[in-house]
């Protein structure tokens, strides 16, 4: 599984703080880490930047290629501020998250990507926002944003297409979706555009105790529709440990069995079965009660850990 750090985010205080302080350190020290712990790219989420934009993407590129030799994602609605970033990279060829069907930012983002040589994340989105089901989110990829690609002589092998992961926490219907969209996706076009994911997207507005839990059965799922790349928490020990048991087939422990079982039933394209789980085993049942909630067969709940599991 390729990770691409997500921990240089806006949405934190103490990124925020940080940039308004220029601390350096605390990005390099966050960039070291989130690389130490596995992450293959780090994604750099620090907003429109509407008044700092030129001086602020060049700072942080310069900061944190200082210390990591990995690709740099620029995640942001400003696109002259991407520019900006871009222009400063010295290392690993950098990635441009993202771009949408929407006319205007799909006329000129790809172009951007082009002329740095940047791989360019494209959401399965237009103008009237994200379709629920995954035949539209694959026609928006075949009909819009493959085909400016090609248009522009972009390397598709530079083309990420991220199918849009929403939260179960009131977006419940799109999660079966999604894990369709991941793999129709991969037979679409050939040869196949790379796909990607922002994992930890299911779980917002989820209860902090209960987030890591579905991000990880949904990372077993989606790698079981063929998913290999993802924007996700480098830092989640038990996440890379679900990874790692997947990828090396550890048959190990029951617990391990039990994700390459919802894995494997993924792959065949079939539906994890309640006959994998051992009913006495808590773990195993808050991660059968994880993938119901994930295939919308029961209506999501912040409490729905103490229901009743559904056979």
Partial sequence: MYIIGENIHIISQKVKDAL?????????DLAVRQVEAGAQALDLNMGPRKKDWEEL?????????????VPLSFDSTNILGIEAGLKKVTKAQPIINSTSAEEERLEKVPLLAKQYNARLVA????????????DERVNIALEK???RALEIDFPISDLIIDPLV?????????CPELIEAVRTIQFAWDPAPPISVGLSNVSNAVPHENRPLINRVYCAMLMGAGLRMMIADPFDEKQNEVIRIIEERDEGTAVGRLY?????RVAAMEEPVYEDVDPNDPEQVAIWKTVQILLNKVIYADSYLQQEAVM
């Fill in 145 to 147: 944003l493959i085909p």
């Fill in 260 to 264: 390459l079982n919802i894995h494997d």
């Fill in 20 to 28: 308004r302080d220029k601390d350096a350190k605390f990005f390099q």
């Fill in 123 to 134: 959401l399965t989105m237009g103008k009237s926002g994200i379709p629920v089901g995954a």
């Fill in 57 to 69: 993407f060049p700072w942080m590129v310069k900061t944190v290629e200082a210390v990591v030799d």
């Fill in 166 to 174: 929403l939260t179960v926490s009131g977006c419940q219907e799109y």
